[in-house]
């Protein structure tokens, strides 16, 4: 059984898109367009009769009803209907040791429950981290938070920021790759002045799947993949 990533080209590269009830990473650095696939994720995912929690720790629901207006996506109209509810938490949640994880699980829980969704996101995992003073301590949590998120009986992503080093991309903390049973990247690459945006599926457990790097674009329509293409031609 798959989830349809409803990116448009995605899923062919995946034989039809990621296998049900997986934890996937979304890794890119700023700007290569997590958000977007995010939400994009969960708004076609409402069109295939499959409710999703939205958890933004990085910008304001109000921000977000924004941004997407763009792509034609009304938000507020899909939270109406209870097919969509966006998750943002408190400055109070934020305690000495970071947000805590076990609240913002039973959140999480709730919503799912209330709503019955089938998708989850969170956006991002990469400022989960910015609070601790250890990155072991962190590190732990995560992989705890990536087991109970394993639990919840959704197809779930976790947008994370990722780094460049030497032209080699790490994860901002080196084990999100870890807590996940698929990885997607997305690249944003610059060359002779210009940037380029490609996407890679670069794990994904129970698929065979491409493992050429892709041309991506983001249109009005949201993302959209070439799978036809190579993303430097
Ligand atoms: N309507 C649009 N058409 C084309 N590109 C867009 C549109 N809206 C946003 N973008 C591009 O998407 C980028 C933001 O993507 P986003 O998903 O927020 O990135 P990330 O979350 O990885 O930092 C913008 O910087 C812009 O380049
Ligand atoms: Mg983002």
Not at 65 to 72: E, I, L, P, Q, T
Not at 144 to 170: K, P
């Amino acid at each position: 059984m798959r989830t349809k990533t409803g990116i448009l080209g995605l899923d062919e590269l995946m034989h039809g898109g990621i296998p049900k009830n997986k934890v996937i990473l979304i890794s890119g650095q700023t700007g290569a367009g997590k958000t977007i696939f995010g939400m994009q994720f969960l708004v076609k995912g409402i069109e295939y009769g499959e409710p999703g929690v939205y958890v933004s720790l990085e910008e304001y629901p109000s921000e977000l009803y924004g941004d997407f207006s763009v792509f034609k996506w009304n938000l507020g109209d899909m939270e109406g209907k209870n097919k969509l509810r966006i998750l943002r938490p408190k400055p109070s949640d934020f305690g000495k040791k970071g947000l805590d994880l076990s609240k913002l699980i039973d959140d999480i829980c709730s919503a799912i429950d209330d709503i019955g969704a089938k998708r989850v996101v969170i956006d991002s995992i990469s400022i989960l981290g910015l609070e601790y003073e250890n990155v072991s301590k962190f590190r732990s949590h995560l992989l705890e938070f990536g087991n109970l998120l394993h639990g919840l009986g959704c197809t779930t992503l976790l947008l994370s920021e990722a780094q460049e080093e030497r032209h080699i991309f790490i994860s901002k903390y080196g084990v999100e790759e870890f807590v996940a049973q698929g990885v997607i990247h997305l690249y944003y690459l610059e060359r002779n002045f210009q940037r380029y945006r490609g996407i890679e599926v670069r794990k994904m457990r129970g698929t065979s799947h491409s493992n050429k790097i892709h041309s991506m674009d983001i249109t009005e329509k949201g993302i959209q993949v070439y799978s036809e293409v190579p993303m430097f031609e």
